[in-house]
């Protein structure tokens, strides 16, 4: 199969409605998208990620009408979450209704559903005239796409097309909360600031960093090839791998050491973490063409997107 990269949203219309894969942009990462109701295209989006058909997809809706498809109910406190941040980077589970393919959501009571705040992808589901579940438009384990590039480098003769609509704003995925149950919880940290939602909400999000009922939440995720090591120690790996290894750096701590190593990047000098969250799968993805020996990077601050990186760093490192 020839994919082909455009801005034209014609294409892209028109293989979903065929039941074909196509490769969309959002606000977060490029998603792998399907007509939301049809079991065979949503079976295609399983094997061309190889995922695991336990891991369940997100429905990205264009519409408030459209979300009353995927959901049985939708109680105040989540009317007010959606006034608030949709279009945007929060996906909510929710009771499923009844109609969404099993398939999509794993056999589970619930569903994923967000709105993405993408003009391109909006008008894409509105005109589309359903729903589209979207993975992140990457093989299963492996590094988010940030660029139409990094989706062609990785899927193509895969899909036939993938939708450009630039470099995405966010970089990390969406926050996905579990609304499903009261107190609410955090099952995936990302573009949404954990502290954002709980000053929203006026209570703390319930939070097992060690559960697996996601699969982004799997241990190892989101991984390069390239070994990722956390360390306070670079200069013993800098040693032991003869310089020919990446750094990462956050808010210039390991600056002195630039020189010393093959490749040395600065996800944000001045210390800006969403600067840093829109940088980090860039440089993973420029990382993995030089084959070095190992990526040496350490904690960003644990706080707002600090977070979400802090999460995807962990996972990449396992
Ligand atoms: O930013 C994003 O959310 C991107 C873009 C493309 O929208 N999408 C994305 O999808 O990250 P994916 O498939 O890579 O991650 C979806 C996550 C998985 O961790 C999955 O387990 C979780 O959503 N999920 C989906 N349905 C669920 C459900 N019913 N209950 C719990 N988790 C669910
Ligand atoms: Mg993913």
Redesign the pocket.
């Known amino acids: 199969m020839k994919t082909l990269i455009g801005t034209a949203l014609e294409p892209a219309l028109y293989w979903l409605k065929q039941g074909e894969v196509v490769a969309i942009p959002?606000e977060?990462?490029?998603?792998?998208a399907a007509h939301g109701f049809n079991e065979t295209a949503i079976a295609k989006v399983f094997a061309v990620k190889q995922?695991p058909r336990f891991?369940?997809?997100?429905y990205?809706v264009a519409t408030i009408e459209q979300l009353y498809q995927c959901v049985a109910a939708v109680s105040e406190d989540v009317k007010s979450l959606i006034n608030a941040f949709w279009p945007g980077?929060l996906?909510l589970?929710l009771p499923?209704k009844q109609t969404i393919p099993l398939i999509a959501?794993?056999g589970?009571p619930?569903?994923?559903v967000?709105m993405?705040k993408h003009p391109l992808t909006l008008e894409l589901i509105q005109r589309l005239e359903a729903p589209v579940v979207?993975?992140?438009?990457n093989p299963f384990g492996y590094l988010?796409p940030t660029t139409a590039q990094h989706v062609y480098k990785m899927l193509q003769g895969k899909i036939p097309y993938i939708l450009d609509g630039d470099t995405t704003h966010f970089g990390v995925?969406?926050t996905?909360i579990?609304c499903s149950q009261k107190p609410f919880r955090l099952?995936?940290p990302?573009?949404i600031e954990k502290e954002t939602l709980e000053r929203h909400l006026g209570y703390s999000l319930l939070w097992e960093t060690n559960q697996i009922?996601?699969?982004?939440?799997l241990k190892r995720h989101y991984a390069p090839h390239t070994p990722l090591i956390i360390t306070k120690e670079p200069e013993t790996f800098i040693q032991k791998y003869q310089g020919k290894v990446a750094i990462i750096d956050f808010h210039q701590r390991w600056h002195n050491l630039k020189d010393v190593v093959a490749y040395y990047k600065d996800l944000s000098p001045q210390g800006d973490l969403l600067q840093a969250a829109q940088n980090l799968f860039v440089t993973l993805h420029e990382i993995e063409t030089k084959k070095l020996q190992a990526i040496l990077t350490d904690w960003l601050p644990n706080h707002g997107l600090g977070i979400a990186i802090n999460d995807k760093l962990r996972r990449a490192a396992h």
């Open positions: 959002t977060t990462v490029y998603g792998l995922r891991n369940p997809l997100i990205h980077p996906t589970v499923a959501r794993a589970l619930t569903v994923a967000r993405p979207a993975p992140s438009a988010s995925e969406s996905i579990d099952l995936r990302g573009a009922k996601a699969p982004g939440m």
